[in-house]
């Protein structure tokens, strides 16, 4: 993985009104490479990848995307986001559209995508994903676990050549949880560049290539997951880790 | 073991029995009604019945759509005063819809002058009475603009004065119909070709620009009409004799008084409507749709507005029956709307119950026409889940 980042951050920083959430984020990741980013609740690793795709703006410093610097000009940031699929925490599928209609939504009017070409390429994820025979319910009929496949699916219909994903297992019921785990597990093994927010250690274990730990805005440390787990250097990543694998 | 109380303690029973005392209340508290009225109104020697709306009125009304004279019949005054109530109904719920939508959509603009602005307006606006509104708008038109004399002409042919807006109708010819032929058609191919556009995109993906082309063909084929009809330009103009203008066609000053009113008001609440409907719709779907590549406006128009048109259409109809009611305040500055002709008429016929309701059941009619409508269109746009 030694080869230009694909993503790169360089000491960005970002205040909400008075309050500094990040200060000075150093982070480079490189094409094909799998980031997990951990850490307690309010430490700004949400924040961070959300600057990613400019879902948030920072205030100083620089992110390269693939080559393209985010500035306020829009078309870098059409640009870039064209590039960059992102899954939420809260799934936001369009309720009023179904299963098939999130999926070629953004085809169609961002790549301007035949509906028969974008139908077909939206199946063949659904098959990915698993549920090809919801294609033609709502969102409100389906279980947690099937609309964040969906909007995996959704995000990859625009084949994406990094994806984001905001804790995409936090507002699931513990028996779905491996089924969008899986998901994840098997997009990793195509090589794609991930770039993950999750609590879900087993995850991070198989498929990290690096581990990095936020507090209070502060990346406290990044290593590959075998020196990260069995021997953190901070104290504070100590105290985390022992807190989440404790019980 | 089951066990039998008293038939009086059975829940089915009491619910019974509950609604039989409730039916029974009302049924003589209504035939006390009916029976008092009939005896007053045979004590004091009032006829009753509707046999006066075919006796001739005897009164002027100010503006009619129909064809009205004095020595027509209460049945075609109240007619008369029906359409213009509706007239300025249809105008004033076109005109607030929109007002509304673009207002309540500037109230959440991130720039910070036009949110500001577009607040000023929905706090004043709404929070004056409606009547006042009437009041003023009327005060302005007539007391602030000049006479006829010293008529504002904004553009040749047209005058703005106390006494309305004039402006020239074409001299009626041949080619106007074939304008009209040409606009039918028009309107006829733009239809076939928004068919025509859905299905190249879904099969190309290029999107086709039915908007602008809809709107050169509706424009273009009228004029080409026009043209090969000999463009006749003979106007009716409205000329300065005397005092006033005769000829042309006019608006008058309660009309755009009462429409100008009503719009400014109900579109404040509508705005508020638009706003909150926006707003029902998670920041999540926004940040969803941006994440994809969608630009803002499109966002707005795939994403958020369908969403929000659910939270919106209940109480909008609200605001589409206030409106439409509001409209009989028009008696305050002399429209002649349905209130005022039925006023009219009641004073000339002595026929008080009969008039009040007859107005109430038109107005009846026309609101459960409008909420049957809305309801059918809110039906459309539901979710489903589950």
Redesign the interface.
Known sequence: MANDPVILLDKVNKWYGEFHVLKDIDLAVGKGEKVVICGPSGSGKSTVIRCI?R?EEHQRGRIVVDGVELTSDIRSI?AI??K???V?Q?F?????LTVIENLT??P???????????QETAMRYLERVKIPEQAHK????LSGGQQQRV?IA??LC?KPDIMLFDEPTSALDPEMIKEVLDVMVELAGEGMTMVCVTHEMGFARTVADSMVFMAEGVIVEKAPPKEFFAAPKSERTRQFLSQIIGH | MVTKGAWWNDAGVRAVLYQIVVLGAILLLGWYLVSNTLANLAARNIATGFGFLGREAGFAIGESPLAYAPTDSYARAILVGLANTVIVALVGIAFATLIGLVIGIARLSSNWLVARLATVYVESARNVPVLLHLLFWYALITEALPGPRQALNPIANVFISNRGIKFPLPVWEAAHGWMAAALVVAVAATLVLARWARTRQAETGQPFPIIRVGLALILGLPLLAWLAGGAPTALDRPELKGFNFTGGHTVSPEFVALLLGLTLYTAAFIAEIVRSGILAVSRGQTEAALALGLSRGQVLRLVILPQALRVIIPPLTSQYLNLTKNSSLAVAIGYPDLVSVANTTINQTGQAIEGVALVMAVYLAVSLGIAAFMNWYDKKTALVSR
Do not use: E
């Open positions: 795709n879902l059409d986001r064209r960059v699929g992102m939420f809260s936001n599928l369009f309720p009023h939504l953004a169609l009017w961002v790549k301007k995508t035949p509906l028969k070409q974008a709502y969102p409100g009929q909007a959704r995000a625009l």
